[in-house]
């Protein structure tokens, strides 16, 4: 058995100091696979595509975002690429004042993948890719939902995650972690109303807390505590485990050893 540490405040310890931490850049390479070029060959006569390069061996291909449904129509009917297989936004507003949209697309009969890439203003809008695509359906609403990027000629482009009523949009930087004073009440002034704020009190939101006096819900190494039992009870010592348990070989504690490293 691996010595046990207290995991109390795990969720504490601060791993990045700065508020906007940038990962190492992966090496932008050259496309020299031969099935890619033709892509771009086929694709620069439809779109004026900005840079393309291969990273982590897929194509990447940076656009216009007013070029998004003219340049996923030409690589599905053209060449291929029939899955949109994930399509999400990242919030570069602190660093730029722009939101990145990305395509990830998948040409099954090529076994090639390509990520197509476009960037717009926080008020700005994109067009939807739903005609072509009918994943685009659901991610497209959850881009408006956690981001706030509104969705031009969309069937249906509505909150899919939060409440209609909900403010903010949960996954902008700037959005608080443990939620505001709307998020920290929501559910007691849904469900019972504001007037029983002081006697419900607001929702714990801290990741990192562990109530070790909660019996019916905590549970503590080498012994159990009987559920919902006196916190202050003498907890019973287990030696002993699986001993009641078919076909499962008996573990005996007194038997265990303790290793410093593993293999």
């Known amino acids: 058995m691996r010595p046990y540490k207290p995991k109390d405040n795990v969720q504490k310890k601060s791993y990045y100091t700065d508020r906007f931490w940038v990962a190492p850049r992966i090496p932008e390479e050259s496309v020299e696979d031969e099935v890619y070029k033709a892509d771009l060959e086929s694709l620069a006569k439809v779109v004026e595509y900005k840079k393309a390069y291969i990273m982590r061996g897929q194509l990447v291909i940076i656009i ?23 399509m999400s936004a990242i919030d570069y507003l ?11 697309l998948l040409a099954m009969s090529k076994r090639r993948r390509i990520r197509v890439k476009c960037r ?3 008020n700005e809008a994109i067009e939807s890719v739903e005609p072509l695509f009918r994943s685009a359906d659901w991610s497209e609403r959850e ?11 969309h069937p249906n482009l509505k909150r899919i ?15 608080p972690l443990h939620g505001d004073e709307a998020a920290q009440w929501y559910e007691v002034d849904k469900i019972f109303g504001k007037e029983y704020r002081d006697i419900i009190g607001p929702e714990q939101r801290d990741a990192a807390y562990v109530s070790t006096t909660d019996t019916c819900n905590f549970a503590r190494i080498k ?41």
């Not at 975002?65 to 949109?84: F, I, P, Q």
């Not at 602190?94 to 990830?104: C, H, L, V």
């Not at 881009?143 to 000629?153: A, P, T």
């Open 143 to 153: 881009m408006f939902d956690m981001f706030g990027i509104k969705v031009n000629n």
């Open 161 to 175: 995650l939060m409440p209609d009523d909900w403010v903010g949009y949960p996954l902008r930087k700037t959005y």
């Open 223 to 263: 012994h159990e505590v009987p559920r919902c039992a006196d916190p202050n009870s003498e907890p019973e010592q287990i030696e002993v485990f699986n001993d009641d348990a078919l076909l499962t070989e008996t573990f005996d504690l007194k038997k265990s050893k303790i290793v410093d490293r593993t293999r």
């Open 120 to 122: 717009i203003k926080e």
């Open 64 to 86: 216009d975002a007013k070029d998004n449904v003219a340049t996923l129509k030409h690589l599905k009917e053209e060449c291929g690429y029939e899955v949109l297989s994930e």
């Open 94 to 104: 602190a660093q730029d004042g722009e939101f990145e949209i990305f395509y990830q």
